[in-house]
């Protein structure tokens, strides 16, 4: 459980740093937004892919 925490919290700190920099996080290219009048949609669906798939490598790493 101590080790989980530790590297969650690296992880935060990571993105942490990445944001403070500029780097776009959450506006890649293939991300859906959609805006008519005063409405906008916006369905990050090429973010959520690649949020689950560093979490799973996360995850299986820290299985072993």
Do not use: W
Request: zero cysteines; glycine letters at 10%.
């Amino acid at each position: 459980m101590g080790k989980l925490l530790v590297v969650v919290g690296l992880l935060i700190a990571f993105v942490g740093v990445l944001l403070m920099l500029g780097v776009p996080i959450g506006r890649l290219p293939g991300d859906i937004t959609y805006r008519r009048g005063n409405t906008t949609f916006y369905f990050p669906i090429v973010t959520s892919i690649l949020a689950s798939v560093l979490l799973t490598l996360l995850l299986a790493f820290l299985r072993r």
